[in-house]
């Protein structure tokens, strides 16, 4: 008899919290499960299927991966894979990178117009395979530290949505692992031997700021042990009126008000960017404009 390691129970239990609790997957939807190879991908898709399985409605899931033409990118790994396991899937085979090669400068890094690229792609998939959700494998850690991004650098409260829905309502974006922690996740990839294809290999820079983000965390997590843990509860419990939004709370009535999303919020295209990004857009130079590119 087959017992499931206490880790996938407890991500499990962790993915299932977060799905009912945001209404992430519906009755006869069809998600479209971003996978980039990376271990964050691979156990999203994993526990997924798992959660097919079990769950009190049906849907169908599409694991579609983004071949951009990486000098070195093992092509062969993913459907191998997904062919293994079973599940329905999707190549995309889009040669980005000579396009990104041909049109940014020397020495400039490549993450912006490549995920300006990518996303456009994934999303026109997406609404071809009539796929209702789009999962992409944003972790805890994730939207933790682009809520701090957020705050130290651009000045807003926000970090990742769990769910979005596209501004043409033709699609929506979730993530299921928004309850997971990156340390579980790496565990579990670990556990299961997922084949990981590296992230590197258009020789692209992490985001420095978003870097030195995980690093502070990391740091006061040493003195605060259930740091991520308090930081993601933070999030579900906000108190509008300890705040300085007129937008958020009536100050001269006291009361409660219900703040319009601003337009553009609601663009799966640009959440879908961050499927395999190194960078952030919104941190770093249009690097569109700098190479001459409307």
Known sequence: MFVESKLKTKLLKKMGQAIGDFGMIAEGDRVMVCLSGGK?????????????????????????????????????????????????????????????????????????????????????????????????????????????????????????????????????????LAYCHESDVAAYAEEKQFPIIPCNLCGSQPNLKRARVKQLVTELAKEVPFLRNSMLTALTNVTASHLLDPGLYDFRNFEPLVKQIPAGHGSVEKELGAVFDHSEPMFAPNLMEAAGIQ
């Open 40 to 176: 964050d991908s691979y156990t999203m898709l994993d526990l997924l299927l798992d959660v097919r399985r079990r769950a009190p409605v049906n849907f169908d899931i599409l694991a579609v991966n983004l071949d951009q033409k990486q000098p070195g990118f093992p092509a062969e790994v993913l459907p191998n894979y997904l062919e293994e396991l079973g599940v329905d899937y999707r190549i995309v085979e889009e040669d980005t990178y000579s396009v990104v090669k041909a049109h940014v400068p020397e020495g400039k890094t490549f993450c912006s117009l490549c995920s300006r690229l990518r996303r456009g792609i994934l999303y026109s998939v997406a609404v071809e395979e009539g796929c209702t959700k789009v999962a992409l494998g944003h972790h805890a850690d994730d939207i933790i530290n682009t809520f701090l991004l957020n705050l130290f650098y651009v000045g807003q409260l926000k970090a990742m949505p769990p769910i979005l829905r596209s501004d043409d309502g033709r699609n929506t974006v979730i993530r299921p």
